[in-house]
C-alpha cells in the first residue's frame, strides 16, 4: 500500500499570499495518478486537480499541480478568502487508492 | 445537473445493520464506476468500496471485508453499501463517489451521510 504523507499539517496565511503543500509518496505513484482535493468545513470535497497537473473543471487557473514519481505540490498562486480549507492528495496508481491525511489551510 | 444524494445514515449499536443508499442524476449512471469513502471525525479521507460499472469487480478495505457489501442497480441509477456487523471504528460520513471516467480520482461527490455507531 501506497502511504502518502502530506506536509506541512497546518499552513497559516493571509490572503494573496502563495500557498505550497506537498504530498510524498512512500512508492513512485504509477503514471502520476495523483489528484488534489479541496474541503470546506462541513462540506464533501472536491477535485481540483487529477494526473497530478490537469485541472479540473471550473477550477480556477491560481491552483497548479505539479510532480512526479514521489513528490507532488499543490500551489495557490493568490489565496483568496474562499481558498482557506483542508486539501487531500490521493493517489490511484496502485491498488488500494490511499489519502494522504490532509492539509489545513488557515489564516494567519 | 450532476448530483449524487445519499441517505440511509443513523444512530446504530455496535454488532447492527444499515443500508446506505445513493441515488444519481443528471448522468449516464451505468458508464461509471463508483466508491463509497468515509471520513471519520476530525480524521482524513478512507476509501471504503469501489464497483465497477457494471459489477464484474468490487474492492474493499480491509478492515470491512466481510462486514460491507457494495452493490448497484443500474436500472434505478441507485448504489448501495449494506454494512453488518459495525464497530464503533465505523463511525464518520460517507460519501458516494464518482470514479473520474477512464481513470481514477473522484468527479463528483455527493453530501454525505452520518453513521454513528455506539450503545
Known amino acids: 500500500e501506497i502511504v502518502l504523507t502530506q506536509s506541512p499539517g497546518t499552513l497559516s496565511l493571509s490572503a494573496g499570499e502563495r500557498a505550497t503543500l506537498s504530498c510524498r509518496a512512500s512508492?513512485?505513484?504509477?503514471?502520476?495518478?495523483l489528484a488534489w482535493y479541496q474541503q470546506k468545513r462541513g462540506q464533501a470535497p472536491r477535485l481540483l486537480i487529477y494526473?497530478?497537473?490537469s485541472r479540473a473543471t471550473g477550477i480556477p487557473d491560481r491552483f497548479s499541480g505539479s510532480g512526479s514519481g514521489t513528490d507532488f505540490t499543490l500551489t495557490i498562486s493568490r489565496l483568496e478568502p474562499e481558498d482557506f480549507a483542508v486539501y487531500h492528495c490521493?493517489?490511484?496508481?496502485?491498488?488500494?487508492?490511499?489519502f494522504g491525511q490532509g492539509t489545513k489551510v488557515e489564516v494567519k | 445537473e450532476v448530483q449524487l444524494v445519499e441517505s440511509g445514515g443513523a444512530l446504530v449499536q455496535p454488532g447492527g445493520s444499515l443500508r446506505l443508499s445513493c441515488v444519481v442524476s443528471?448522468?449516464?449512471?451505468?458508464?461509471?464506476?463508483m466508491s463509497w469513502v468515509r471520513q471519520a471525525p476530525g480524521k482524513g479521507l478512507e476509501r471504503v468500496a469501489t464497483?465497477?460499472?457494471?459489477?464484474?469487480?468490487?474492492y474493499y478495505l480491509d478492515s470491512v471485508k466481510g462486514r460491507f457489501t457494495v452493490s448497484r442497480e443500474n436500472a434505478k441509477d441507485s448504489l448501495y453499501l449494506q454494512m453488518d456487523s459495525l464497530r464503533a471504528e465505523d463511525t464518520a460520513v460517507y460519501y458516494c463517489?464518482?470514479?473520474?471516467?477512464?481513470?481514477?480520482?473522484?468527479?463528483?461527490w455527493g453530501q454525505g451521510t452520518l453513521v454513528t455507531v455506539s450503545s
Open positions: 490521493q493517489q490511484y496508481g496502485s491498488a488500494p487508492w490511499t
Open positions: 464497483i465497477k460499472q457494471d459489477e464484474s469487480e468490487k
Open positions: 443528471g448522468f449516464t449512471f451505468r458508464n461509471y464506476g
Open positions: 512508492q513512485s505513484v504509477s503514471r502520476n495518478s
Open positions: 494526473d497530478a497537473f
Open positions: 463517489a464518482r470514479v473520474r471516467s477512464g481513470a481514477g480520482g473522484y468527479d463528483v
